[in-house]
């Protein structure tokens, strides 16, 4: 058996782990164009806030070389697939053919940059998974005091918190619509506002960039009504799949633009699986097709992709409840289902709660925390979530993620079990479930 996955990220990692775990005869390939192995966007503000002292700490598992050469599995890096011959099941990297049974598509994702008048490529960077970009970009931090970042999504809103950390003078957050929009209602994206504000951030809300420009070494943003003059702009505007090479290929791309998988996650080829942040998500909720680019979701169809590749597809993938995490400053934010907005945009009717919980663990300094719970009153059943705090938000969205993907009643999951001590955080989710269940009678 002879398996070619090309991208070394998460997803391709982990489909080369379960490939050689269920096969030790199997050749296994994996492709990368790049130099190096990198990490995940999401891992850059650790280093750029100063959490994590070098990028070398984040070289870890399938992230160094010796991962790949313990379990005799080939990494050719510098070596960039363009173009899939599929009537010979051959790749060709570099001008070089090789042959494959199997081929696991972990294509990633390509940053969007807005096509603003003025843009120049100096002092301009994107979230990339390419250490190389990542080291550009800790470079440029240390040696400038102001920052525009555009966008309002979790990686942008991440990025704020390194340059604050370092202490620069202004740091302004330009966002088109609202903050985190994808994953929060307002209700929940106002607390998140004031956090940002109450940590020096300038939120401008809704911001009409006309034009970007360079002068004396400085860059300056061009809105409808002022100008900034900043030291660097990142930007923090979304991110397209990778599917040039599927195209190409002749496989089938979704309406997302993502290249369209069966719950097998096989591609219109049958010998040809997609994973990761490249793949044509769908929520589990009601099955309708999405984007959902996080590396939880890469390392899951990652998981499933090398098995079925080996096991001839018992794997089913049943979708995503769209679980999230991160931390602005010092808060959690966490969501999972979908928002009210997108439930109504779907056609879904709605109740909702949103309730400030009183101080955890109180004596001991516990913090409060605001949830946002939605459900769907025709199943009384929960839909969508909502969670911040200084407290860990984690281990609630987790239950409630499992609580979602399996169409738990509200009267059942009021009814869980949960451990307790006055020494940790308390899981005060059924506060609001209760409140939930009286608002939906």
């Known amino acids: 058996m002879k398996v070619c ?40 503000p650790l280093v750029l806030a100063g959490t994590v002292s070098k990028w070398q700490d984040l070289y870890r598992g399938y992230r160094v070389t010796p991962f790949y050469d313990k379990r005799n599995i080939k990494l050719h890096l510098n070596r960039e697939v363009t173009d899939i011959l599929r009537d010979k099941k051959e790749i060709v990297a570099n001008g070089k053919k090789y042959d494959y049974d199997k081929a696991i598509l972990a294509l990633g994702i390509n940053p969007v940059t807005p096509s603003f008048s003025g843009l120049d490529g100096k002092n301009e960077f994107t979230p990339s998974t390419d250490i190389a970009d990542a080291r550009t970009f800790d470079d440029a931090i240390p040696k400038n005091s102001s920052a525009a970042i555009v966008g309002g999504g979790f990686i942008g809103l991440e990025i704020a918190d390194g340059p604050k950390a370092r202490g620069y ?72 799949p990778n599917a040039k090479l599927a195209r190409q290929a002749g496989l089938n791309i979704g309406d997302t633009g993502a290249i369209a998988v069966n719950q097998n996650l096989q591609t219109s080829d049958p010998n040809i699986y997609a994973v990761g942040d490249c793949m044509e998500n769908w929520d589990s909720i009601t099955g309708s097709k999405r984007r959902h680019q996080l590396a939880t979701n890469a390392i899951r169809t990652g998981y499933i992709a090398g098995r079925n590749a080996i096991l001839e597809n018992r794997i089913s993938y049943g979708g995503t409840v769209m679980p999230f995490v991160t931390r602005i400053f010092s808060y959690q934010v966490g969501a999972v289902g979908f928002t009210e907005r997108e439930a109504r945009e ?29 459900a769907d009153p025709r199943t009384q059943t929960l839909i969508g979530a909502q969670l911040i705090s200084e407290e860990t938000v984690s281990g609630t969205i987790d239950k409630l993620a499992i609580a979602i993907a399996n169409r738990m009643p509200l009267v059942k999951l009021v009814q869980i079990d949960s451990c307790y001590s006055p020494y940790v955080q308390e899981d005060q989710i059924a506060v609001p479930i209760q409140r939930l269940i009286d608002e939906l009678s």
Not at 176 to 193: C, T, V
Not at 351 to 372: F, H, M
């Open 5 to 44: 996955i090309i991208g070394a990220g998460d997803a391709g990692a982990i489909a080369a782990l379960q490939t050689r775990r269920l096969s030790r005869e199997a050749q296994i390939d994996v492709f990368s164009k790049r130099g190096e192995l990198g990490c995940n966007p999401c891992e850059i």
């Open 169 to 240: 003078s202004k740091v302004y957050l330009l966002v088109r619509r609202d903050i985190m929009r994808a994953y929060l209602d307002k209700e929940i994206a106002e607390r998140l506002r004031q956090v940002l504000v109450e940590r020096g951030v300038e939120l401008i809300v809704p911001a009409e960039i006309e034009g970007i420009s360079s002068r004396n070494g400085k860059k300056r943003v061009i809105l409808s009504d002022r100008e900034l003059e900043i030291d660097f702009i990142f930007f923090g505007t979304g991110a397209e």
């Open 346 to 374: 779907k056609g879904i009717e709605t109740i909702s709660i949103t309730v400030n919980t009183p101080y955890l663990r109180e004596p001991r300094r516990g913090k409060p925390a605001w949830y946002k719970l939605i």
